[in-house]
């Protein structure tokens, strides 16, 4: 649900096998204000739209970054929601580990690797130690549910 926007960007841009020009990349960080104001257009139409509060916090912010540098809205530290913290390191490692077009899977080692260099720049640096803490689990339920 939290590339729910992703569904308003171009195939083209989605699957585009190469590096994304400066304009393709710009169109695709549209997909995380599109999915918040997709999810709160839904939670105006429920009884209960407090349910979907997480959705919403987590499509637009999972591409936010500890240190400012993210996006859509720049936030930094702990203004990003947690949920949206927690994603972001979520979203990093199963696009690492998973084939694309554009690229191979990389090795779960590296992967873990490149997300605690993001401690602190990219990623929120205590998320991330629980994260390193519990690799063992998140491999095994990665290779349980790998497609292809």
């Known amino acids: ?12 841009i989605l699957l585009k096998p190469g590096k994304l020009t400066k304009e393709e990349f710009e169109e695709m960080k549209k997909h995380t204000t599109i999915g918040e104001q997709t999810i709160k257009a839904a939670q105006e139409r429920l009884e209960d739209p407090g349910l979907l509060d997480v ?17 859509p809205r720049g936030l930094k530290g ?26 191979e899977p990389f090795p779960y080692d590296e992967v873990f690797d490149i997300i ?11 998320l991330v130690d629980v994260f ?3 690799r063992g689990l998140f ?5 349980k549910y790998q497609s292809g």
Do not use: C, Q
């Not at 959705?55 to 996006?71: L, P, Q, T």
């Not at 702990?78 to 690229?103: C, N, W």
């Not at 605690?116 to 205590?126: I, N, R, V, Y």
């Open 139 to 143: 491999n095994e339920i990665a290779k």
């Open 116 to 126: 605690k260099k993001g401690s602190g720049t990219h990623f929120d640096p205590e």
């Open 55 to 71: 959705a919403r916090e987590i499509a637009g912010g999972h591409h936010e970054k500890w240190d400012g540098s993210g996006y």
């Open 78 to 103: 702990k203004e990003i929601p947690l949920s949206a913290r927690m994603m972001a390191i979520a979203d990093v490692y199963d696009a690492l580990i998973s084939k694309r077009p554009y690229k």
């Open 1 to 12: 649900m939290h590339d729910i926007g992703k569904v308003a960007i171009s195939d083209n």
């Open 132 to 134: 390193i803490e519990l």
